[in-house]
T-cell receptor, first 116, second 112 residues
Framework: GAVVSQHPSWVICKSGTSVKIECRSL??????MFWYRQFPKQSLMLMAT?????????EQGVEKDKFLINHASLTLSTLTVTSAHPEDSSFYIC????????????FGEGSRLTVL | GNSVTQMEGPVTLSEEAFLTINCTYT??????LFWYVQYPGEGLQLLLK?????DKGSNKGFEATYRKETTSFHLEKGSVQVSDSAVYFC???????????FGQGTELSVKP
């Protein structure tokens, strides 16, 4: 089946630094990718919808200047957590939609960010 | 707004036991409903889905029926295996495309 890969799978950084997480669709093109955040024992919270070649659409309450999303190609979206703080520590998951408006989603393995 | 509520876990069962994981939803219109499964160390995978009322999704022995009158989409399996141990997420999509709203997930642990 289709594969979506995230990198890094885990990262530890100091408070105040920025961290970039990549989401790649390995064997299909994805016009749309989604970024989620998952807290322990809680649901996946949609952060933003990433559209290739245009600005991301952020969900209410998500700081767009804090979580920068870039979708420069049909196989790559990046999430940059800027000036990270301990409260940004979380599990970040991306998904990529195969085709356009198909609803067929493939998920990455997730990236665990720990901010010290 | 749209939301999904799942029964809390963890759920611990013996092999060959019957499984039910409850899921109810709140949504405007007619959403599509999904169950995703996340095995340890892996990404979420689509387990089954239903796109309209009374549809039954099924896969790998799991079933769920879209019940509009009770706004539910409970996941069932007649005989679980150790390999079914995972976290199960109920989700809905209220619009065309891939924007999903997830429940909090239910961890299932099956003991031999």
């Amino acid at each position: 089946g289709a594969v979506v890969s995230q990198h890094p799978s885990w990262v530890i950084c100091k408070s105040g630094t920025s961290v970039k997480i990549e989401c790649r669709s390995l064997d299909f093109q994805a016009t749309t990718m989604f970024w989620y955040r998952q807290f322990p024992k809680q649901s996946l919270m949609l952060m933003a919808t990433s559209n290739e070649g245009s600005k991301a659409t952020y969900e209410q309450g998500v700081e767009k200047d804090k979580f920068l999303i870039n979708h420069a190609s049909l196989t790559l979206s990046t999430l940059t957590v800027t000036s990270a703080h301990p409260e940004d520590s979380s599990f970040y998951i991306c998904s990529a939609e195969a085709g356009v408006n198909t609803g067929e989603l493939f998920f990455g393995e997730g990236s665990r960010l720990t901010v010290l | 707004g749209n939301s999904v509520t799942q029964m809390e876990g963890p759920v611990t069962l013996s092999e060959e036991a019957f499984l039910t994981i409850n899921c109810t939803y709140t949504a405007t219109g007619y959403p599509s409903l999904f169950w995703y499964v996340q095995y340890p160390g892996e990404g979420l995978q689509l387990l089954l889905k239903a796109t309209k009322a009374d549809d039954k999704g099924s896969n790998k022995g799991f079933e769920a029926t879209y019940r509009k009158e009770t706004t539910s989409f409970h996941l069932e399996k007649g005989s679980v295996q150790v390999s079914d141990s995972a976290v199960y997420f109920c989700a809905l999509s209220a619009s065309q495309g891939g924007k999903l709203i997830f429940g909090q997930g239910t961890e299932l642990s099956v003991k031999p």
